[in-house]
């Protein structure tokens, strides 16, 4: 039953957590969110982040580790989100997780911040893996990151390098977490965006406003949302000229969701069926969006499961889950590794 310490601080949330690997149950999750820090500026400055990381790393850790009843010497293994992500802030994680493994003779294990939202599903919920059709389809909306993954089976079985040998589709520029926020910075909201606009649309008309689904009648797998960001941009724009964006906003909200939530079904359905997937797990932040997931759950015709709220965003307990998987396949550090870990900004894998 190893306990799992998992530190994840790739960009905005600093966050710590306790698992219990084997039956994926979190004794404890500790973030610090640093967005009110990043509000005023309209999104992440990495500066400011590598320095909140610095002052909040170790109260998340001592309230991680309070909070499961647990300390550093009962930690059977240690997990830290390597890559990818803002250098700086990984650093924070990755030199903390390198101290504390080092000083303790704790295995330390690396985790890929997306390997890290792949398995966020599993968390809290007991024996899914087993349960689920493979191969599974995986999901990964979040605001870096768009794209679609074929694993073969359980998390245990996944290969190290299964972010590129079963990546089937991506976008091809922003992510859609990304076009929500900024849309939504078009529209007033504070950063990040993608939740205000769920919010507001559920009063809104989705049909009042037509924005493109890129490449949606094209074979390709891969996603494109920058021209529904300038496509929605120049219609606030018109529309705020007319002195009309208040009364309009819930509509444009609706608008822009509907066609963000289309565009990922479409190509999602399309990498089911080509891959002949027995199930869908959506993960990262955008998987919070009801509009998504009420879609999914009508049209999906495989099993859709998706992260319970709290570990849809960046967190800490999925980064431990993941270094638990990668621990059971003996992919821990050796000194020499541990010692010479580094962060990586912008791996694929
Ligand atoms: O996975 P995440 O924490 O960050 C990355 O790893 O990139 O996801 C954050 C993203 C932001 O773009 C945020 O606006 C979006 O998830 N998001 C949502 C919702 N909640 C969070 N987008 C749409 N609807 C939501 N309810
Ligand atoms: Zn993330």
Wanted: with cysteine.
């Amino acid at each position: 039953m190893p306990l799992v310490l998992g530190i994840e601080s790739s960009c905005d949330e600093c966050s710590v957590s306790v698992v219990e690997g084997e039956g994926a149950r979190v004794l404890s999750l500790a973030t610090h969110s640093q967005v009110k820090l990043h509000q005023p500026y309209g999104g992440v400055v990495p500066e400011i982040a590598s320095r909140n990381h610095l002052e909040t790393i170790h109260p998340m850790i001592d309230e991680a580790l309070a909070r499961a009843g647990t300390n550093l010497g009962s930690i059977d293994v240690i997990a830290v989100t390597n890559r990818p992500g803002l250098v700086g802030a990984l650093l924070v994680g990755v030199t903390t997780a390198k101290a504390i493994a080092y000083a303790l003779k704790k295995p330390l294990v690396a985790v890929h911040h997306l390997e890290g939202h792949a398995v966020s599903a599993f968390l809290d919920t007991p024996g899914l893996a087993q349960k689920l059709g493979y191969p599974a389809l995986i999901a990964i909306v979040s605001g870096g990151h768009t794209c679609l993954v074929v694993a073969p089976g359980q998390p245990q079985t996944w290969p190290e390098d299964l972010l590129a040998s079963g990546l089937v589709g991506r976008s091809r520029d922003d992510a859609a977490g990304e076009a929500f926020d900024k849309i939504a910075k078009v529209l007033g909201f504070p950063y990040p965006g993608g939740k205000f606009i769920d919010e507001l649309a559920r009063s809104g008309n989705p049909k009042k406003y037509h924005f493109p689904r890129a490449l949606s009648r094209k074979e390709t797998l891969d996603f494109s949302f920058s021209g529904l960001k300038t496509a929605a941009a120049m219609e606030i724009e018109k529309i705020r000229k007319q002195g009309q964006l208040e009364n309009e906003k819930a509509d444009l909200c609706a608008s822009v969701q509907e066609a963000i939530v289309d565009a990922l079904w479409i190509k999602i359905k399309l990498a089911l069926d080509r891959n002949r997937c027995g199930s869908l797990i959506l993960v990262g932040g955008v998987s919070a969006n009801s509009r998504l997931r009420e879609k999914l759950m009508g049209e999906c015709h495989v099993p859709t499961v998706f992260p319970k709220s709290e570990y849809c965003t960046d967190n800490g307990a999925m980064i431990a889950l993941a270094g638990f998987f990668r621990y059971a396949q003996g992919r821990e550090l050796g000194k020499n590794a541990l010692l010479g870990l580094s962060a990586l900004p912008s791996a694929r894998y």
